[in-house]
């Protein structure tokens, strides 16, 4: 059975919850546009790394995206969401607390939420991108719940690894002391390189834009903003549900960095992870069909075979990639994070 969008089949084994919550765009949405945003520019990168994303947008001040009863319905689906958690997720090393993922095959209301049209076309006047939620549903309407350890914090610094990234704030924070949503003021590499030789990021590079409001929401382009949730020292619902989208535009470079590992131990498995190596599939087939469909269109003739097969590959280079990872049953943690570093240094290097 395929979800209202058509992007991807919804999973059977998952349970179904709150199934007479539905979403209704009419009395659900109250979009609105962000009162500022900060751009690759501004966080420091040059001309040469920013053209290889698709806005200059960086991220966005909180907007609302939720009227009154829409956030209503939201809580309830993730309250119910949150007393049934299901299995292990596939490792996220930036959650420091709890995360629940899959919710797009647990939930119409999320799933149809995250795949209304009227949705996607504010996002696309906001970042100037065509969207579309991306082929790897455990990457939508995900659920971050923070630490019950207040010296933790809620979601720790981080880059995403997909190209743009909706946060929604599910509860009301403004009477609790933390659990802002925060972000580095620069490059990400310059972040990282703190925090890899032991250090904090100076306060004064800190960015808080103040998402406090429930059903309000920021844009980001994950990979290129290091980012977290500062750490709650006031218990309280902190809920934030952060879903992946990819430009339809498939001719940028893919900061999608999800390579499923083999030989995952039974004691360790579960429907997230036995479903990692569809989702790559889909993932894979997406972005060539769009750029085979591109090759149809645009391609000019040539009498030249070795052009013409360079040309073809690369439209199918991300199938190409995923049969290989496929073919071998998944790859060791080693060689995933030896692909990640090769491609951040292609999308990042000046």
Request: net charge negative.
């Amino acid at each position: 059975m395929n979800d209202a969008t058509g992007l991807f089949p919804i999973h059977p084994d998952y349970e179904r919850v709150a199934s007479d919550v539905r979403f209704d765009h009419a009395t659900d949405l109250q979009l609105e546009q962000p009162a500022k945003h900060w751009t690759l520019a501004d966080l420091g990168y040059p001309a040469s790394v920013r053209d290889r994303f698709p806005s200059e947008v960086a991220v966005t001040a909180p907007f609302r995206i939720l009227s009154p009863v829409g956030t209503a319905k939201l809580q309830r689906v993730v309250r119910t969401l949150r007393e049934a958690p299901v299995g292990r997720s596939v490792d996220k090393p930036a959650a420091s607390g709890t995360m629940i993922r899959g919710t797009v095959h647990r939930s119409s209301y999320i799933r149809d939420l995250i795949g209304s049209a009227l949705l996607r076309d504010h996002m696309r006047k906001t970042t100037d991108v065509a969207v579309q939620p991306t082929c790897l549903s455990h990457e939508l309407g995900h659920l971050n719940i923070p630490p019950t350890d207040a010296a933790q914090p809620a979601v720790r610094w981080h880059c995403d690894t997909n190209a743009v990234v909706l946060v929604v704030n599910v509860f009301d924070t403004s009477d609790l002391d933390g659990g802002e949503f925060q972000f580095f003021d620069g490059p990400r590499a310059e972040g990282r390189a703190l925090l890899a030789a032991g250090m904090e990021i100076p306060e004064e590079r800190i960015v808080t834009p103040g998402m406090t409001e429930a059903g309000w929401g920021v844009l980001l382009q994950g990979a290129a903003v290091l980012h977290r949730a500062s750490s709650l020292r006031t218990p309280g619902e902190r809920v934030t549900m952060a879903s992946a989208f990819d430009p339809v535009d498939a001719t940028f470079p893919d900061p999608n960095r999800f390579y499923p590992l083999g030989g995952v131990p039974d004691s360790e498995r579960s429907i997230e992870i036995d479903a990692q190596f569809f989702e790559l599939a889909r993932y894979s087939a997406r972005r060539s069909e769009y750029l085979l469909g591109r090759y149809l269109r645009d391609a000019e003739w040539s009498t030249d075979p070795s052009t013409i097969a360079d040309d073809l590959a690369r439209c199918v280079a991300d199938v190409t990639e995923a049969l290989d990872i496929l073919r071998r049953g998944g790859i060791s943690r080693s060689a995933a994070q030896a692909l990640r570093e090769e491609k951040d240094a292609e999308l990042f290097d000046v």
